[in-house]
């Protein structure tokens, strides 16, 4: 087995003192306890370089929380640092075989029925996660592109309407939108997901009648 080689911030997830609230918290033990999709094959991976430092967050809403105090890491964040260096290629892997040049994922070009657009976003739902946890820049651009490759495959399937699926009970709109979800955790000031933040919350909301989503009994 390699060497285990440790880094600077090697043990802190990017963005770990950015908090809004209480919820936000929770959202981040979440987040830490979902991952690991990619486990089983990384270990063999090459590993990955060190990452730079992230820099400060700044967007209005958001405090910011210093952490300066430096303690040796447990044994458990050693090997936990081990596989995000060797997530990386096996990552890349992943979307060379499976999805094609534009991002889209290799599959069918029509879609039969309503199911399976959650499917889609799952297939990456925890690349920006790996990003939040200490994976490098690489991934949080692949991240999100992907996520707009999906979006636009299933629009043309017939699923997707204005970026949101136009179908789904709430089990399947909270598969797919764990991805999205994570890209908060990511990095919470990209502007372009704030924006469809807002709005998909909105379509549960009086403000935005003409487009609201009308609540079934499934849900």
């Known amino acids: 087995m390699r060497e285990n080689r440790t880094h600077a911030n090697a043990f802190t997830p ?5 908090v809004s609230d209480a919820r936000h918290c929770v ?13 089983h094959c990384c270990l063999a991976a090459p590993a990955t370089p060190a990452r730079a430092a992230a820099p400060p967050l700044t967007c ?3 405090t910011t929380v210093e952490l300066a105090d430096v303690a040796p ?3 458990w964040a050693l090997w936990e640092r081990h596989l995000l260096d060797h997530f990386h290629s096996a990552a890349l892997e992943f979307v060379r075989r499976y999805t094609r040049e534009d991002g889209t994922l290799i599959w069918r070009d029509a879609w039969p029925g309503m199911d399976g657009s959650d499917d889609g976003y799952e297939s990456f739902y925890n690349f920006p996660l790996y990003y939040a946890l200490g994976g490098p820049e690489e991934i949080h651009t692949l991240a999100r592109s992907l996520w707009e490759a999906v979006t636009k495959q299933f629009t043309r ?6 970026e949101f699926d136009g179908y789904y009970d709430w089990m399947h709109h909270g598969e797919a939108y764990t991805n999205f979800y994570f890209f908060g955790l990511a990095d919470p000031t990209v502007a372009k997901f704030r924006e469809r933040s807002v709005r998909f919350a909105g379509l549960y909301m009086v403000r935005t009648p003409r487009h609201q989503i009308t609540t079934q009994s499934e849900n």
């Open 27 to 39: 959202t981040c033990l979440t987040a830490a306890a979902l991952w690991g999709s990619f486990l």
């Open 60 to 62: 209005e809403g958001l």
């Open 157 to 162: 399937y017939g699923q997707v309407h204005n």
């Open 73 to 75: 890491p447990p044994e």
């Open 14 to 18: 990017r963005h770990v003192g950015v």
